[in-house]
């Protein structure tokens, strides 16, 4: 594919071309012997030849959906005469890639924490965690205090606050307790505070059961019903605990003990051509040097699932992917959804029309390499290379799981654009060159510029480079607007 051109031909099999600007009915391009028949919006696409009705219409190489009418070539192709070809149930077969194990090249390194317990982190954060949605402002509170009384003892001080811990059941209980304990152990947490209220479901001494072996130094944590003054025993808490965050040092870290998280948000057209596969290209470089990448949204991967498996390190990670897969889908089916129901409006007004389009253009995030391990839901990683995480498409939800498995940060790609932020630095990557310009207070790097000229390789360079000054204390564009957050899954009963 060539940069600079108002039409791009992504893959020698595509039947459509993709406008990367607007364009007028009209227009002819010489060198695809088309003139258009109608406008094409930016991102969207067009027919490189006639299709006929029921015909496969390809991009990216692969089957993005049938055409539902007969399509002449120079033709907008969209939700008007495209339909996607899934079905609620796949078969699959495993039909692995002949690749090699990737190779572990000579890591380089950041400046990051080396914990007690071995692990790594990139930042030195106190972390206020809540059991319960019932003490979201006492947790607040604390974290604004000590933002005040504290500031310059810590990276920052956060409360992670979320609505749920109360009148929860089975598997909403679990789940909310899985990912609580799992941030409470994240080594980008200098110290943390958990809170309880006393009443609750997610009862404090279960969670921290949950949480397993916790620096005893570093983490505090009371019932509010117990105490007398529930935030000035918050800060008090955290003030015992600062002399300890006064001691750490950054020191040099390979670049293997790095966990990258791989999220998109608002998607574009652009995101499959630009943001998604220099992501997977840090995917393929963080792996290669013996880190970790998480690949997660699993009906993002709906469409597209059959690549991953044929990735699988082995067959036992080959059934699991195909049970992170089914799994999904029933659960869609359990709640009388269509699974294929998936891009948004803010997707379709960019330009993507089915699952399949999105999904091909999602996975790219993961790179080539080999998949060697899948989790689930809010389980911590325990693998090097690319893993699979079990989670929805939801951007708060998934990035949150991300963090909670494990990832120091999350590389985000957007073609929309958005403000949010999660536990951990997420690193925003622009698909397009025009969101770079008008949000610079969001975007932390433009891979936009691969379509105005710059080399995919000079691209890869600056943004790996930019994430190592991020892992070595260098705040991304969330952190520095204070925009953190998390969300939970909710799958079940609320009393």
Not at 202 to 213: D, H, I, T, V, Y
Not at 442 to 454: E, P, T
Request: with cysteine; glycine share 10%; proline share 5%.
């Amino acid at each position: 594919m060539s940069t600079q051109q108002a039409l791009l031909h992504i893959h020698p099999n595509d039947n459509v071309l993709v406008a990367s600007r607007d364009l007028q009915a009209g227009q002819t391009f010489s060198e695809f012997s088309l003139t258009l028949a109608e406008d094409i919006p930016a991102g969207h696409k067009v027919a490189l030849r006639n299709i006929g009705g029921g015909e496969p219409v390809r991009k990216y190489g692969f089957e993005i959906g049938a055409a539902t009418t007969d399509i002449r070539a120079g033709e907008h192709i969209h939700s008007h005469n495209l339909k996607t070809c899934l079905s609620h149930q796949q078969s699959y077969q495993y039909q692995p890639q002949n690749s090699e194990p990737d190779e572990i090249q000579d890591p380089p390194t950041f400046m990051g924490y080396r914990r007690k317990n071995g692990k790594v982190g990139i930042r030195n954060e106190v972390w206020i965690i809540n059991t319960v949605g019932c003490v979201n402002r006492t947790a607040q509170r604390v974290a604004e205090i000590c933002n005040q009384r504290f500031a310059g003892q810590a990276d920052a001080f956060v409360a992670f606050t979320h609505p749920y811990g109360c009148s929860q059941l089975g598997d909403d209980l679990k789940d909310t307790r899985a990912i609580l304990a799992a941030l409470a152990g994240h080594p980008n947490a200098g110290a943390v505070l958990i809170v309880g209220l006393g009443c609750e479901n997610n009862q404090l001494g279960a969670l921290l059961e949950q949480a397993g072996e916790l620096d005893k130094e570093r983490v505090r944590f009371f019932n509010s019903q117990q105490v007398m003054d529930e935030v000035e025993e918050g800060v008090q808490a955290i003030e015992q605990m600062l002399p300890l965050l006064a001691k750490d040092k950054r020191t040099p870290c390979p670049a293997s003990e790095l966990v990258l998280g791989m999220k998109c948000g608002g998607s574009d057209a652009f995101s499959g051509i630009t943001a998604n596969p220099l992501v997977g290209r840090m995917s393929d470089r963080i792996t290669a040097n013996g880190g970790t990448a998480l690949l997660t949204e699993t009906p993002e991967m709906f469409g597209a699932e059959q690549i991953l498996m044929n990735r699988a390190r082995d067959q036992q990670v080959y059934e699991q992917i195909v049970s992170l897969v089914q799994s999904f889908k029933q659960y869609f089916i359990d709640h009388d959804q269509p699974v294929y129901e998936n891009p948004s409006p803010g997707n379709k007004a960019g330009g993507l029309t089915t699952l399949e389009e999105k999904s091909l253009g999602a996975i790219q995030k993961g790179g080539q390499a080999r998949v060697n391990q899948v989790l689930d839901y809010a389980q911590p990683v325990s693998q090097k290379g690319l893993v699979l995480l079990q989670a929805p498409g939801n951007d708060a939800v998934s990035s949150t799981a991300l963090a909670a498995s494990g990832a120091h940060m999350v590389l985000f790609t957007t073609g929309r654009g958005t403000p949010l932020g999660f536990p951990v630095p997420t690193v925003k990557i622009a698909s397009n060159s025009d969101l770079a310009a008008r949000k610079p207070h969001w975007i932390d790097f433009n891979a936009g510029q691969i379509l105005d000229g710059v080399s995919r390789d000079d691209a890869e360079h600056q943004l790996f480079s930019q994430l190592l000054e991020i892992a070595s204390g260098k705040p991304t564009r969330n952190e520095e607007n204070e925009c953190r957050e998390i969300a939970i899954w909710k799958r079940g009963v609320t009393l």
